[in-house]
């Protein structure tokens, strides 16, 4: 799988970029991205529910939970949580987006591929396709193990006043999107939106995110082409709490938004959601923003109700 699929092509060609087949994505992990993942103390995994809908969680455990038994598998020694319900639907067969990145040093890996077992400690993925992602508008932030005390889950049917703070702060958002069926190349995928706090435009239960020039793949735009559906991830880096969202989404190639930086961007109306508070046994320390931040904007105020 060394190619982009029909849709991201489609993408591509809306955005004036067409890189078609490359050998930055490949079938196996190189060494490096091995080695990348067992250093990890964290890892977001996204993938589809019942509907087929993309969902997302965040993992977490000391550095050497994830590793490579070798360069088209990942094992991952998690026991998932039964009050997420995005562990449901992590099962033999089910597709695996995954998204590595190190805050404190500002990389990031995906690894796409199918759970291949599971069990109660943890799940093993086998990879078919592994590339890597520039270091753009991730914020700096170092990261410690802190004891906490998970808190029931919450369901939301829209956002509430706590959600929509957390969205209107929020410097950092993880999106989870899949292929439109019956594309051999495609799957589950998980990756980074960052930006300065207020760069997610909020009005009533419709968020909208600017797509900043990036490393010009556009996997998960050419997700959303043919399967619209997503799901959105919000971590409250102090709390340890997460805001998970489902809704449908829809891209705007126009290069309307005026936000200064945006070259398009892409709305996200929600549909539903649940709130996993003190869920991370971790807290980051404030950010250093990402140095790419100085040539983007925010939506003004007002935007944001």
Known sequence: MTDFHADELIAQAHAGHILGGTPAIRPFMPDQHRLFFAGLP???????????????????????????????????????????????????????????????????????????????????????????????????????????????????????????????AADTLFVATRSRDGLREGGADISHRGGRPGFVRRRGDVLTVPDFSGNLYFNTLGNLIGEPRAALLFLDFVRGDLLVLQGRTEIDWTDATGLLGAQRSWSFTVTG?????????????????????????????????
């Not at 039964?82 to 089910?94: C, H, K, Q, T």
């Not at 971790?282 to 040539?295: H, I, N």
């Open 42 to 168: 964290y890892l977001l995994i996204g993938t589809a529910d019942a509907a087929g809908a993309p969902v997302a969680t965040l993992l977490t455990g000391p550095p050497g939970f994830v590793h490579s038994p070798d360069a088209t598998h990942l094992a991952i020694t998690a026991a998932l949580d039964p009050a997420d319900p995005a562990a449901e639907f992590l099962v033999p067969g089910a597709e695996a987006g995954i998204l590595g990145i190190d805050l404190a040093t500002r990389r990031r890996n995906r690894a796409n591929g199918r759970i291949v077992s599971r069990d109660r400690g943890g799940l093993t993925v086998a990879v078919d396709q592994s590339f890597g992602n520039c270091p753009q508008y991730i914020q700096r932030r170092a990261v410690e193990p802190v004891r906490r005390e998970p808190r029931p889950t919450e369901i939301l049917s829209a956002l509430d006043p706590e959600a929509g703070a957390l969205i209107d």
């Open 273 to 305: 959601g649940w709130r996993r508070r003190a869920s991370v046994p971790l807290r980051w320390s404030a950010p250093e923003p990402a140095p790419q931040l100085a040539r983007t904007g925010i939506w003004a105020e007002a935007e944001r109700v």
